[in-house]
């Protein structure tokens, strides 16, 4: 049983490992610098899904273990293997027994051509061991349906160009990919020094 729940700050070693190992994934080890105090810090000062939000998917053998979760956006049995390798399932189970295998970080956007106000997908992660079980999409479909729920006009988030297994999966889901559009950012020094 996969459930979504929103994270809290209890959760933050469980989110700065998951950090940790997507800049890995990335190739982008080097620029991922945040810290847990740093994450603890910034995660969670709104309320959820009016600030930055965390929402954390974990998997259990046990439905009632999910059901019996008050704080569950979401829930769907899934096929996973009987014995999966996860070399860190000690580090990633929760005080409920439940094993913390992905996570999406989304935040409040805008759109001038809806006039309306959308969510953008930061991150999304599913690690290692449980990737290819339908976990990504159940996390991309809790955002959807908030989103849709909410009466807001999009989701948007960013995909790497040789990430082709992602570009795949969205494009299946019905996304689409802008090629036209490329990414725009001031940071670090840059940033110092055009805001002076």
Known sequence: ???VRIASPRDVPYIASMIAQLAKFERLADACIGTEEQYRSTLFNAPAFQGLTVLLLEISRSSASNAAAGDCLASQE?????EIADPDKDF??????RIVAG??????????????PGLYIEDLFVREPYRRQGLGRILLRTVAKEAANRGLGRVEWCVLDWNENAIKFYQEMGALVLPEWRICRLTGDALKAYGT
């Open 103 to 116: 996570f999406v970080l989304f935040f409040p956007n805008y759109s001038t051509f809806l006039a309306k």
């Open 78 to 82: 899934v096929e996973i293997g009987a």
């Open 92 to 97: 990633f189970t929760s005080d409920s027994g």
């Open 1 to 3: 049983m996969a459930s």
